[in-house]
């Protein structure tokens, strides 16, 4: 069964960085896109950063570009978001997706909040 498991989510002061994981398990197949979104409260889910299938291309949201570098280890099954000059407004819950064969999966998130 596919799990995705996110971490590294936590309280942290504008301007500052987080490094987000994603582990997948139960998956074998090469075939699939990954990424990460995320939800702000009240506010609907949002794409950030992913990975298209056969890892050969990458895209970022324009609120990503330049601060959040997205990447993966593939021989450890985990995918990261390193996300720097963090904003308030980038407080939200960041969940790991996976799309294989027009289905999407996605982990329970883990929270971000950026705060003084």
């Known amino acids: 069964q596919l799990q995705l498991v996110e971490s590294g989510g936590g309280l942290v002061q504008p301007g500052g960085s987080l490094k987000l994981s994603c582990v997948v398990s139960?998956?074998?197949?090469?075939?699939?896109?990954i990424g990460w979104f995320r939800q702000a409260p009240g506010k609907d889910r949002e794409a950030v950063s992913c990975?298209?299938?056969?890892?050969?291309?990458?895209y970022y949201a324009n609120h990503a570009k330049g601060r959040f570098t997205i990447s993966r280890e593939k021989n450890k099954n985990t995918l990261y978001l390193q996300m720097n000059s963090l904003k308030p407004e980038d407080t939200a819950v960041y969940y790991c997706?996976?799309?294989?064969?027009?289905?999407?999966?996605w982990g329970t998130g883990t929270l971000v909040t950026v705060s003084s």
């Open positions: 139960g998956f074998a197949s090469d075939d699939y896109a």
């Open positions: 990975i298209g299938r056969g890892g050969v291309s990458t």
């Open positions: 997706n996976l799309q294989h064969l027009g289905i999407m999966y």
